[in-house]
């Protein structure tokens, strides 16, 4: 390599950029021949049939998770929903719908493509009831947020994308530690978790991950990134994610004041425009013409009663 320098700077190039890439974007590239630039690469990558390759479900949503009732696809023609006993003798029995097809072949619970799995017709597990371990991964995903945690620390293992705190390794060091110890440490370890007082008192006396880091939306469910893949969560320390979540709070506060004023403004616009049409009506078509009335105007007959009504 040393002999070759221009296959050094290439070499070195791509290691530079694949450790700048997201833990979620290298597991996509694994396995696939790659040249640089690799965000190029990310681009080339296909979409799934529900998600865009950001992991945004297509069209948006504003839900965090998706009912069970809406995940799986449109039951197709010729197809019945029937109801499904696990039997794998270790846990109770569990019972599932899914769809089947006239013939008798069971469809994936996702997608309702067929299932051709060796126990597709007598299921032992839950994933038997798919197609294959991508659409059981993305059911799982969009139904339960704590599967989406658990996926998400597979991936990045705990470490904040901001502030690069290695928030597992801050759980490890503080849980065998004495109370009076354990504030200290994160004080060194942690001094944005240490200045908010709330956050620090509760990871001293419960030193778990789920107060040291929390699964963040990077497109915020109120802008139409809930019911996401894993391309749009990130980790973040407690610490991290309270400004986040704080900052997203004004801004959606901004969204919401703006709405009001605009209602307001076009009922406002509404109401004027109905009172100059109120205004703008000739009302002469409501008057009736009464032969020898003295409140009638305008025609000989009405002349002369208002002649006599004067005598």
């Given at each position: 390599?040393?002999?070759?320098?221009?296959?050094?700077?290439?070499?070195?190039?791509?290691?530079?950029?694949?450790?700048?890439?997201?833990?979620?974007?290298?597991?996509?590239?694994?396995?696939?021949?790659?040249?640089?630039?690799?965000?190029?690469?990310?681009?080339?990558?296909?979409?799934?049939?529900?998600?865009?390759?950001?992991?945004?479900?297509?069209?948006?949503?504003?839900?965090?998770?998706?009912?069970?009732?809406?995940?799986?696809?449109?039951?197709?023609?010729?197809?019945?929903?029937?109801?499904?006993?696990?039997?794998?003798?270790?846990?109770?029995?569990?019972?599932?719908?899914?769809?089947?097809?006239?013939?008798?072949?069971?469809?994936?619970?996702?997608?309702?493509?067929l299932c051709n799995g060796?126990?597709?017709?007598?299921?032992?597990?839950?994933?038997?009831?798919?197609?294959?371990?991508?659409?059981?991964?993305?059911?799982?995903?969009?139904?339960?947020?704590?599967?989406?945690?658990?996926?998400?620390?597979?991936?990045?293992?705990?470490?904040?994308?901001?502030?690069?705190?290695?928030?597992?390794?801050?759980?490890?060091?503080?849980k065998p530690l004495p109370m009076e110890k354990?504030?200290?440490?994160?004080?060194?370890?942690?001094?944005?978790?240490?200045?908010?007082?709330?956050?620090?008192?509760?990871?001293?006396?419960?030193?778990?991950?789920?107060?040291?880091?929390?699964?963040?939306?990077?497109?915020?469910?109120?802008?139409?990134?809930?019911?996401?893949?894993?391309?749009?969560?990130?980790?973040?320390?407690?610490?991290?994610?309270?400004?986040?979540?704080?900052?997203?709070?004004?801004?959606?506060?901004?969204?919401?004041?703006?709405?009001?004023?605009?209602?307001?403004?076009?009922?406002?616009?509404?109401?004027?425009?109905?009172?100059?049409?109120?205004?703008?009506?000739?009302?002469?078509?409501?008057?009736?013409?009464?032969?020898?009335?003295?409140?009638?105007?305008?025609?000989?007959?009405?002349?002369?009663?208002?002649?006599?009504?004067?005598?």
């Amino acid at each position: 390599m040393k002999k070759i320098p221009a296959f050094c700077n290439v070499f070195k190039a791509f290691i530079k950029e694949w450790l700048a890439l997201r833990p979620i974007d290298q597991s996509r590239l694994l396995g696939k021949p790659l040249q640089l630039p690799l965000s190029l690469e990310l681009c080339f990558l296909k979409e799934s049939v529900n998600h865009s390759t950001e992991g945004l479900l297509k069209g948006g949503s504003k839900r965090r998770a998706t009912p069970l009732n809406d995940v799986s696809n449109p039951l197709p023609e010729n197809a019945e929903w029937r109801q499904v006993v696990l039997r794998n003798g270790t846990t109770k029995e569990r019972q599932y719908t899914q769809g089947w097809s006239i013939d008798g072949e069971p469809l994936c619970k996702l997608c309702q493509g067929l299932c051709n799995g060796k126990l597709a017709k007598s299921p032992e597990y839950f994933e038997d009831l798919f197609c294959g371990l991508a659409c059981f991964q993305e059911y799982r995903l969009r139904t339960s947020g704590r599967a989406l945690r658990q996926a998400l620390f597979q991936l990045e293992r705990g470490k904040c994308a901001q502030c690069k705190l290695d928030c597992c390794k801050l759980v490890k060091h503080i849980k065998p530690l004495p109370m009076e110890k354990r504030e200290e440490y994160i004080q060194k370890a942690a001094p944005n978790i240490a200045s908010r007082k709330k956050l620090l008192d509760k990871l001293v006396r419960e030193p778990t991950d789920g107060n040291a880091w929390h699964a963040d939306h990077i497109i915020p469910v109120y802008k139409g990134g809930g019911e996401c893949k894993l391309e749009n969560m990130r980790t973040l320390c407690v610490a991290c994610h309270y400004e986040v979540t704080r900052a997203q709070h004004k801004e959606l506060k901004e969204i919401r004041k703006k709405a009001k004023e605009h209602l307001k403004n076009a009922l406002n616009q509404q109401n004027d425009k109905a009172s100059e049409a109120t205004e703008e009506i000739d009302d002469s078509f409501l008057l009736v013409t009464v032969p020898g009335s003295a409140y009638s105007i305008g025609d000989g007959v009405t002349g002369n009663a208002h002649e006599r009504v004067a005598e």
